[in-house]
């Protein structure tokens, strides 16, 4: 791809200057192969296997700038209120920039490291380079060279080893200008018999940007991190965000990813399993009108006595479109492997689509390992049974509708978070009243 | 209180009711007793507003009102209600919710306050004691994983919390054991008034030594070929339906 049609090349140069870490050779080494690969590949085309459903062509026609200068944003607080948590320590992004100001971490223990990741460059360079790019490169797609090239910042969170945090960590990404890209990353560390809840919000307002964000996430030995994603962008937004664990033995994950917003969104979750380790994906997306909602999970048992299981739930309205993709890859050495995936989708229009796609990959001969897939509508005999018991039709199948889903947000652990998920769950089917 | 004249239906035009005739007033309890493949199941869905049954011909007027021309939930709401033969399962939607959303929607329809959630519980807690019902099955989903026994009972304790005027019991008896048979009798006994009409459709006479009906008629091919009082179901109970099939092709 020449410079000449890739304007994101073009303004490259001015940018890399004010680019956070600077001063770092193996930083500056990432990023040039991130731009090199950038400059070749793009984003992800339709030709790469991983990106068959989801076409960005018309992400290509637009240009997103990243926001440079890190002037006090103005955010109205009854704006963010229904998406930040009161009972959690919160890190707030703006705009691709971590805001101090917005930020809230008091009580967090001393012994966690807590900065923005441009800060963290500068003061902890070598702390950051032991993880950084270690569980994800630029040769994983597009998004990825293009995250390692562009991004601005982010935020570093060390938990040492034995802390149990009895709170989450709210990682808030918010974009608030049109024509914003938001290129973040976020590093995430555990240490042994380590405890933490990781939440990322994304919100935004009411106009187009691009947020594409990474997480890198490292769960030490014993060690166990529930982390949620909801993903609540703007109906004109374009969002790619990435979850890259790597979990040592006996460690445990337990993900719950929600998918509500965006005009073109696409997440991926990838965990490297240790020996012993266990992980939950359950993910839920809803998508109405013209949305395009992608979900992407792989999980490798690369170590013996491995459990991962996944259920994902589609709901898509209108003329949205959804797709699961889901791959288990277990090696030939990750024997006593137990692993089940489930994707379930309601097509709740005749013009919805979901492509779904589970993929099992065994090379090992003494496993467990299973996946379901079902795409139906709503079920006219619960439809019937509803109405026989006086609830009205529209009424009933916003029931139902709301019953399929809720599922998914049932089984989140934090109160105030459920509560949260079933406000946007209702908002999304509005004439259901609890 | 409900007034069915020649009524014909189809489905998937295949004639399965030819003509049934049926005058039912407060009170009174009905059985409709007939083979497997009579149109038993067939009368209870039309009633109750099933889609997939094409009226071909004749009326079914409830309380004044053309019944076949309201939606379901509006005949649920004017007080018409089905046992079903095989009650749906619901995951995800909790038997209180739903005896709750059920309840404020009949108030509602009726011009009434929304129930109060401490009386509500109340009201419900003692139906269910008086069904033998555990109080966990408010919070299970609905039917799900219930036994046939529980499915029947979570039926009749809907009907006892909606109260309603006309009743259907669409083969409520079948795949009970004779001890939840009992269960699911009283708590329908409890439910009798001069105000309300019962409509029990039934394959077996056991039931009628439970509940004792005031009329039962007989429906075979489509169409109620004999009528008559508590007496004719033992009389089936005794000779099975044959001789009465014989005597329709005679005639």
């Given at each position: 791809?020449?410079?000449?049609?890739?304007?994101?090349?073009a303004a490259y140069?001015?940018?890399?200057?004010?680019?956070?870490?600077?001063?770092?050779?193996?930083?500056?080494?990432?990023?040039?192969?991130?731009?090199?690969?950038?400059?070749?590949?793009?984003f992800?085309?339709?030709?790469?296997?991983?990106?068959?459903?989801?076409?960005?062509?018309?992400?290509?026609?637009?240009t997103?700038?990243?926001?440079?200068?890190?002037?006090?944003?103005?955010?109205d607080?009854?704006w963010?209120?229904?998406?930040q948590?009161?009972?959690?320590?919160?890190?707030?992004?703006?705009?691709?920039?971590?805001?101090?100001?917005?930020?809230?971490?008091?009580g967090?223990?001393?012994?966690?490291?807590?900065?923005?990741?441009?800060?963290?460059?500068?003061?902890?360079?070598?702390?950051?380079?032991?993880?950084?790019?270690?569980?994800?490169?630029?040769?994983?797609?597009g998004?990825?060279?293009?995250?390692?090239?562009?991004?601005?910042?982010?935020?570093?969170?060390?938990i040492?080893?034995?802390?149990?945090?009895?709170?989450?960590?709210q990682?808030?990404?918010?974009?608030?200008?049109?024509?914003?890209?938001?290129?973040?990353?976020?590093?995430?560390?555990?240490?042994?018999?380590?405890?933490?809840?990781?939440?990322?919000?994304?919100?935004?307002?009411?106009?187009?940007?691009?947020?594409?964000?990474?997480?890198?996430?490292?769960?030490?030995?014993?060690?166990?991190?529930?982390?949620?994603?909801?993903?609540c962008?703007?109906?004109?937004?374009?969002?790619?965000?990435?979850?890259?664990?790597q979990?040592?033995?006996?460690?445990?994950?337990?993900?719950?990813?929600?998918?509500?917003?965006?005009?073109?969104?696409?997440?991926?979750?990838?965990?490297?399993?240790?020996?012993?380790?266990?992980?939950?994906?359950?993910?839920?997306?809803?998508?109405?009108?013209?949305?395009?909602?992608?979900?992407?999970?792989?999980?490798?048992?690369?170590?013996?006595?491995?459990?991962?299981?996944?259920?994902?739930?589609?709901?898509?309205?209108?003329?949205?479109?959804?797709?699961?993709?889901?791959?288990?890859?277990?090696a030939e050495q990750?024997?006593?492997?137990?692993?089940?995936?489930?994707?379930?989708?309601?097509?709740?229009?005749?013009?919805?689509?979901?492509?779904?796609?589970?993929?099992?990959?065994?090379?090992?001969?003494?496993?467990?390992?299973?996946?379901?897939?079902?795409?139906?509508?709503?079920?006219?005999?619960?439809?019937?049974?509803?109405?026989?018991?006086?609830?009205?039709?529209?009424t009933?199948?916003?029931?139902?509708?709301?019953?399929?889903?809720?599922e998914?947000?049932?089984?989140?652990?934090?109160?105030?978070?459920?509560?949260?998920?079933?406000?946007?769950?209702?908002k999304?089917?509005?004439?259901?009243?609890? | 209180?409900?007034?069915?004249?020649?009524?014909t239906?189809?489905?998937?035009?295949?004639?399965?009711?030819?003509?049934?005739?049926?005058?039912?007033?407060?009170?009174?309890?009905?059985?409709?007793?007939?083979?497997?493949?009579?149109?038993?199941?067939?009368?209870?869905?039309?009633?109750?507003?099933?889609?997939?049954?094409?009226?071909?011909?004749?009326?079914?007027?409830?309380?004044?009102?053309?019944?076949?021309?309201?939606?379901?939930?509006?005949?649920?709401?004017?007080g018409?209600?089905?046992?079903?033969?095989?009650?749906?399962?619901?995951?995800?939607?909790?038997?209180?919710?739903?005896?709750?959303?059920?309840?404020?929607?009949?108030?509602k329809y009726?011009?009434?306050d929304?129930?109060?959630?401490?009386d509500?519980?109340?009201?419900?807690?003692?139906?269910?004691?008086?069904?033998?019902?555990?109080?966990?099955?408010?919070?299970?989903a609905?039917?799900?994983?219930?036994?046939?026994?529980?499915?029947?009972?979570?039926?009749i304790?809907?009907?006892?919390?909606?109260?309603?005027?006309?009743?259907?019991?669409?083969?409520?008896d079948?795949?009970?054991?004779?001890?939840?048979?009992?269960?699911?009798?009283?708590?329908?006994?409890?439910?009798?008034?001069?105000?309300?009409?019962?409509?029990?459709?039934?394959?077996?006479?056991?039931?009628?030594?439970?509940?004792?009906?005031?009329f039962?008629?007989?429906?075979?091919?489509?169409?109620?070929?004999k009528?008559?009082?508590?007496?004719?179901?033992?009389?089936?109970e005794?000779?099975?339906y044959?001789?009465?099939?014989?005597?329709?092709?005679?005639?």
């Amino acid at each position: 791809m020449n410079t000449a049609l890739n304007p994101y090349m073009a303004a490259y140069p001015a940018l890399a200057a004010v680019l956070p870490g600077q001063a770092l050779a193996w930083l500056q080494d990432i990023r040039a192969d991130a731009l090199a690969r950038f400059s070749s590949h793009g984003f992800p085309s339709a030709r790469e296997e991983d990106w068959r459903y989801t076409n960005l062509a018309a992400l290509a026609k637009q240009t997103f700038a990243p926001v440079v200068a890190a002037a006090e944003p103005i955010i109205d607080a009854e704006w963010l209120k229904p998406y930040q948590l009161a009972d959690a320590w919160s890190l707030v992004l703006v705009d691709g920039h971590f805001c101090a100001a917005l930020s809230r971490t008091d009580g967090l223990p001393e012994s966690v490291q807590v900065l923005g990741m441009a800060d963290a460059l500068q003061t902890y360079g070598g702390q950051v380079a032991a993880y950084f790019g270690k569980a994800v490169d630029s040769a994983e797609h597009g998004f990825i060279a293009f995250n390692n090239a562009w991004f601005t910042d982010g935020v570093f969170v060390d938990i040492p080893a034995q802390l149990v945090l009895d709170k989450p960590i709210q990682c808030l990404h918010i974009v608030t200008q049109a024509g914003a890209v938001a290129a973040t990353r976020n590093l995430l560390v555990l240490g042994a018999n380590a405890s933490a809840q990781w939440l990322e919000t994304f919100v935004g307002a009411e106009v187009a940007y691009l947020s594409a964000a990474v997480t890198e996430a490292f769960v030490g030995q014993n060690a166990s991190l529930t982390a949620y994603k909801v993903q609540c962008e703007s109906a004109q937004a374009y969002h790619f965000g990435g979850l890259y664990v790597q979990q040592a033995r006996d460690a445990r994950f337990n993900q719950h990813n929600f998918a509500f917003g965006g005009l073109l969104a696409r997440s991926d979750i990838r965990t490297d399993l240790g020996q012993g380790s266990e992980c939950e994906l359950n993910g839920l997306y809803l998508g109405v009108k013209r949305q395009h909602i992608d979900n992407h999970t792989r999980i490798n048992h690369t170590q013996p006595h491995a459990s991962s299981r996944q259920l994902y739930k589609g709901v898509l309205d209108g003329r949205a479109r959804g797709v699961f993709q889901g791959r288990v890859v277990v090696a030939e050495q990750a024997q006593k492997t137990d692993s089940d995936m489930n994707n379930r989708n309601l097509l709740l229009s005749p013009d919805a689509e979901v492509d779904t796609k589970p993929q099992l990959e065994i090379y090992a001969d003494d496993v467990k390992c299973g996946h379901g897939v079902t795409i139906g509508q709503l079920d006219e005999k619960s439809v019937f049974y509803l109405q026989s018991r006086c609830i009205d039709e529209e009424t009933a199948r916003n029931m139902l509708t709301f019953a399929f889903a809720n599922e998914m947000v049932d089984k989140v652990a934090n109160e105030e978070l459920k509560i949260q998920l079933q406000g946007l769950l209702l908002k999304k089917f509005s004439s259901v009243i609890l | 209180m409900l007034s069915i004249k020649d009524l014909t239906v189809n489905v998937n035009d295949k004639k399965i009711l030819k003509g049934i005739n049926l005058e039912i007033k407060a009170g009174e309890i009905h059985a409709i007793m007939g083979p497997n493949g009579s149109g038993k199941s067939t009368l209870s869905h039309i009633l109750s507003g099933k889609s997939g049954y094409e009226v071909t011909g004749g009326s079914a007027t409830y309380q004044g009102k053309d019944l076949l021309a309201m939606p379901p939930e509006i005949r649920a709401r004017e007080g018409v209600f089905l046992a079903f033969q095989y009650p749906v399962e619901i995951p995800g939607v909790s038997n209180v919710y739903l005896l709750k959303a059920a309840l404020n929607a009949v108030r509602k329809y009726n011009g009434q306050d929304e129930v109060d959630a401490m009386d509500f519980l109340t009201l419900v807690k003692g139906k269910i004691k008086a069904l033998e019902m555990d109080e966990k099955f408010l919070y299970r989903a609905v039917n799900e994983g219930f036994s046939g026994g529980e499915k029947k009972r979570n039926e009749i304790l809907q009907m006892a919390i909606l109260e309603p005027k006309l009743c259907i019991l669409d083969e409520t008896d079948s795949g009970l054991d004779i001890d939840a048979l009992k269960v699911v009798a009283d708590g329908v006994n409890s439910l009798r008034s001069p105000d309300r009409a019962f409509i029990m459709v039934t394959h077996y006479q056991r039931l009628l030594d439970y509940i004792k009906p005031d009329f039962v008629h007989v429906l075979a091919h489509g169409q109620i070929i004999k009528s008559g009082g508590p007496e004719l179901a033992l009389e089936l109970e005794e000779k099975g339906y044959g001789w009465l099939e014989d005597g329709q092709v005679a005639a």
